[in-house]
């Protein structure tokens, strides 16, 4: 069902019948439903999909997002439980044998992760409302692309509510400073990811970084490895994080999101819309990720 704020200020809520979704984007199902409640009211269109991934160009561009590195797993409520193995004293990476390894140390346990809702508020153009077809590719365009970056700052340095840590801040995480050219740094590092008994399959770099891998040759090399190479400009320009994405993380998708429209509440008495979705973070091996020191050109 969709909800729309009575107009006449009562309080009351009316319904209407959501609109059948069909091929539609979210923009399309928005603008449709925009369409049938009329030119009054406050409006919330709810979807049982995760937002950020209906970004149109995704489909078209191969650009990774910090949530495409991470496996990903639906979560009927919260706090949804997951296994944690924090590693059992120091950290010892020389070993040749499976009993002085480190997981041979590792203390499984059952955890737990609440989950929370990324919000973010977007002016709408004065009239866009009368164009169904303008309003949903704004939406799709714009402002689900916005639900992606607050996605990434969220993933990297953590919620408001704490929900999320952060990777970039994660207790049991590495890191490693060095003065190496940014490739032999870059397999250097990656090469300790796996001394933990992962596998690096991931890097999340800064645009500055990701382009300088670009030009000089080392992105190609690492996708022969294996490795996928998330750009964000929420990443530090001097720092990569690489990991064992998969191994280490799983994002809980409930499935629940919205777009609402605020009639007038934008500065100038402009229309605003809302998007909202809702994640979790579950850390099964924070060992398994390292942030890497860099000096950019």
Same mark, same amino acid.
Request: hydrophobic share 40%.
């Given at each position: =069902?969709?909800?729309?704020? /009575?107009? /006449?200020?009562?309080? $009351?809520?009316?319904?209407?019948?959501?609109?059948?979704?069909?091929?539609?984007?979210?923009? *399309?199902?928005?603008?449709?439903?925009?369409?049938?409640?009329?030119?009054?009211?406050?409006?919330?269109?709810?979807?049982?999909?995760?937002?950020?991934?209906?970004?149109?160009?995704?489909?078209?561009?191969?650009?990774?997002?910090?949530?495409?590195?991470?496996?990903? $797993?639906?979560?009927?409520?919260?706090?949804?439980?997951? @296994?944690?193995?924090?590693?059992?004293?120091?950290?010892?990476?020389?070993? #040749?044998?499976?009993?002085?390894?480190? *997981?041979?140390?590792?203390?499984?346990?059952?955890?737990?992760?609440?989950?929370?809702?990324?919000?973010?508020?977007?002016?709408?153009?004065?009239?866009? !409302?009368?164009?169904?077809?303008?309003? $949903?590719?704004?939406?799709? !365009?714009?402002?689900?692309?916005?639900?992606?970056?607050?996605? /990434? &700052?969220?993933?990297?340095?953590?919620?408001?509510?704490?929900?999320? &840590?952060?990777?970039?801040?994660?207790?049991?995480?590495?890191?490693?400073?060095?003065?190496?050219? =940014?490739?032999?740094?870059?397999?250097? $590092?990656?090469?300790?990811?796996?001394?933990?008994?992962?596998?690096?399959?991931?890097?999340?770099?800064?645009?500055?970084?990701?382009?300088?891998?670009?030009?000089?040759?080392?992105?190609?090399?690492?996708?022969?490895?294996?490795?996928?190479?998330?750009?964000?400009? =929420?990443?530090?320009?001097?720092?990569?994080?690489?990991?064992?994405?998969?191994?280490?993380?799983?994002?809980?998708?409930?499935?629940?999101?919205?777009? #609402? !429209?605020?009639?007038?509440?934008?500065?100038?008495?402009?229309? @605003?819309? *809302?998007?909202?979705?809702?994640?979790?973070?579950?850390?099964?091996?924070?060992?398994?990720?390292?942030?890497?020191?860099? /000096?950019?050109?």
């Amino acid at each position: =069902m969709l909800t729309t704020a /009575n107009p /006449n200020g009562s309080g $009351a809520v009316s319904t209407l019948t959501r609109p059948a979704v069909d091929e539609r984007t979210p923009g *399309e199902t928005f603008a449709a439903a925009v369409a049938s409640a009329g030119e009054h009211g406050d409006l919330t269109v709810p979807f049982g999909i995760h937002l950020p991934a209906a970004f149109p160009l995704f489909a078209s561009r191969p650009r990774y997002t910090v949530r495409h590195l991470l496996k990903t $797993a639906p979560v009927p409520k919260a706090p949804a439980p997951y @296994v944690y193995e924090p590693t059992r004293g120091a950290l010892t990476t020389t070993a #040749t044998s499976y009993a002085a390894t480190p *997981e041979a140390a590792f203390a499984p346990r059952l955890a737990s992760t609440p989950l929370t809702d990324l919000t973010v508020a977007v002016t709408l153009p004065d009239g866009i !409302l009368a164009h169904p077809k303008l309003l $949903a590719s704004f939406v799709d !365009l714009r402002v689900l692309v916005r639900l992606s970056v607050l996605e /990434n &700052q969220s993933l990297l340095h953590g919620t408001p509510d704490g929900a999320i &840590q952060g990777l970039l801040r994660l207790p049991g995480t590495r890191s490693v400073e060095t003065g190496a050219d =940014m490739e032999a740094a870059v397999t250097s $590092a990656a090469a300790e990811v796996e001394e933990t008994g992962g596998s690096c399959d991931g890097i999340v770099a800064h645009p500055s970084v990701y382009w300088e891998l670009v030009r000089t040759g080392a992105l190609s090399r690492l996708q022969v490895a294996g490795i996928t190479v998330s750009r964000t400009r =929420m990443m530090p320009r001097d720092r990569l994080l690489l990991g064992d994405f998969r191994a280490a993380l799983t994002l809980l998708l409930p499935g629940t999101g919205s777009l #609402t !429209l605020h009639r007038g509440a934008g500065i100038g008495g402009a229309d @605003v819309i *809302e998007a909202s979705t809702r994640i979790g973070l579950a850390v099964h091996l924070p060992q398994h990720l390292l942030t890497l020191g860099v /000096n950019p050109r």
